[in-house]
C-alpha cells in the first residue's frame, strides 16, 4: 500500500480565515500519522467529500499550501464539487504535485437515492454532462501520473453498478475508451 485515502476531521461549513485556521489545526493534529506514513512510505490522500472539513476548493488548496509533509497528498472527487470545468481544471492545476489520486466521477443525477440505471450511469464519465477534457488537459499540465479511479457510487451502497462482471467491465473499458479519446 502507498496510498490511503480518507477524509478529514473538524468542524463543517467553514469558509473563510475559519476554514484556513481549522485545516492548519486538523494537520497539526495528522503530525503522529504523517510521522509514521513517512516511515512505511505511504502518502495518506484527503478526499473532498461533503459535510467534511475537506468538502471545498479552499480546503484542497489550503491542505496543499500547508501540507507539512510531502506523506500529505489529495484525492479529487469532481463529484463533490460544482461541475464547471472551469473550476476543476483551475483547481487540479492549483493542487500540482499534492494530487494524489483523481477520480473519474461526476455527479450526474447523484448517488443518494434509487434511480433508474440509466440515471445513475450518468455518474461515469461520457454519460453526464461534465466535459472532463479540459480536467486532463490539466492533468497533463501537472504531468499527473498517480492514481486515477474510473468511479460511481449505485443504490444501494455496495451493489455492483451492473448486473455482470462482463458489463461492469464494458462499462468501465466505455469510459475509459471516452476518456481516451479527450487525449488524442
Partial sequence: CNTIVTGGKGPRGLKGVELK????DFLKQMQPHIAVALETGVRIAFENHANNLVESPDSLRWI?????SEAIGIALAPYHLPQDPKLLSKLIVDLGDSLEMFYAWQHGMGCMKKLPKEQELLQMPGRGELDFAPLLKALGEIRYDRWTEIFMHPVPRGIPILDTTA??????NRARSHLDGLTK
Fill in 21 to 24: 485556521e481549522a485545516v492548519k
Fill in 64 to 68: 496543499a499550501e500547508m501540507a507539512p
Fill in 167 to 172: 458489463e461492469v467491465t464494458a462499462e468501465i
